[in-house]
Nanobody, 115 residues
Framework: QVQLLESGGGLVQAGGSLRLSCAAS????????MGWYRQAPGKQRELVAS???????NYEDSVKGRFTISRDKAVNTVYLQMNSLKPEDTAVYYC?????????WGQGTQVTVSS
């Protein structure tokens, strides 16, 4: 069993920054993929960024150059540094861990960007 604990969401003005953290605990395989997804009201959940066990990253086009995903394997934590935030980034952000064939989700953390 794996548990994911997210933190770092909140309210920020447009142009500001936030850093999300997701700490994983339990039976974790090092060669897993962790990622951040988001879901805005009335929209489907979408991938924001992901990082493999080997450090390969992938970003959704609208966040490229503004968001950075990183991970600290020593503490099983993945981070999402979000800069130059825009009102359209407002959503609930979810952490996801893939321990193939199993997938785990965090409870979500709200990010609200005011204009």
């Amino acid at each position: 069993q794996v548990q994911l604990l997210e933190s770092g969401g909140g309210l920020v003005q447009a142009g500001g920054s936030l850093r999300l953290s997701c700490a994983a605990s339990g039976s974790i395989v090092s060669a897993n993929t962790m990622g951040w997804y988001r879901q805005a009201p009335g929209k489907q959940r979408e991938l924001v960024a992901s990082i493999t066990g080997g450090g390969l990253t992938n970003y959704e086009d609208s966040v490229k150059g503004r968001f950075t995903i990183s991970r600290d394997k020593a503490v099983n934590t993945v981070y999402l540094q979000m800069n130059s935030l825009k009102p359209e980034d407002t959503a609930v952000y979810y952490c996801k861990l893939t321990n193939s064939p199993f997938v785990y989700w965090g409870q979500g953390t709200q990010v609200t960007v005011s204009s």
